[in-house]
T-cell receptor, first 108, second 115 residues
């Protein structure tokens, strides 16, 4: 059974801080990894994708991948209250396996 | 207009009724997916289709069937709805990029309640 594990949270951070979201996966042959943001009752929205070991930055977001440790993380710099949502980690190639998500709360 | 649309957006039905959820996309993607989302269980794949003639079962296909009527349309049916099929249902589409990696894009979802 291929699994993606995330801490359900909530992760609470003050406005302006760095939020660090973590994810581990069990399938060693997974080639691609995704972070989606989901507001309550809404559909998942792609934030970042990463395929190679190391860091990938896009604006305030940085995804980090360590295939040896089977670990993916998402850093959100200068967190804003509008970042408060559930963040889903997913891994796979053509079919994705999703984690259950980490709820992030950013307080003003 | 939204690239991926789902109808209906909300539906309340009774146990034993047949229900069809529809998904349409204008993204031109070949690959389409149906997921359900339950609190605490995340997104789980029900069925997926990589082209019009290709249908595959996902993790939790029992009690569901699908039809891929065209590249742009993928329908999910519950032949005889039961209360534990109450969930939020999402359609997604994808197309392999130059690296062969798919990125999935989701529709707005259908909230289904089975009484």
């Amino acid at each position: 059974q291929k699994e993606v594990e995330q801490n359900s949270g909530p992760l609470s951070v003050p406005e302006g801080a760095i939020a660090s979201l973590n994810c581990t996966y069990s399938d060693r042959v997974s080639q691609s990894f995704f972070w989606y943001r989901q507001y309550s009752g809404k559909s998942p929205e792609l934030i970042m994708s990463i395929y190679s070991n190391g860091d990938k930055e896009d604006g305030r977001f940085t995804a980090q991948l360590n295939k040896a440790s089977q670990y993916v993380s998402l850093l959100i710099r200068d967190s804003q209250p509008s970042d408060s949502a559930t963040y889903l980690c997913a891994s796979g190639f053509q079919k994705l396996v999703f984690g259950t998500g980490t709820r992030l709360l950013v307080s003003p | 207009d939204a690239d991926v649309t789902q109808t209906p957006r909300n539906r309340i039905t009774k146990t034993g009724k047949r229900i069809m959820l529809e998904c349409s996309q204008t993204k031109g993607h070949d690959r389409m997916y149906w997921y359900r989302q339950d609190p605490g269980l995340g997104l789980r794949l029900i069925y997926y289709s990589f082209d019009v003639k290709d249908i595959n079962k996902g993790e939790i296909s029992d009690g569901y069937s699908v039809s891929r009527q065209a590249q742009a349309k993928f329908s999910l049916s519950l032949e005889s709805a039961i209360p534990n099929q109450t969930a939020l249902y999402f359609c997604a589409t994808s197309h392999p990029g130059t690296s062969g990696v798919d990125t999935q894009y989701f529709g707005p979802g259908t909230r289904l309640t089975v009484l």
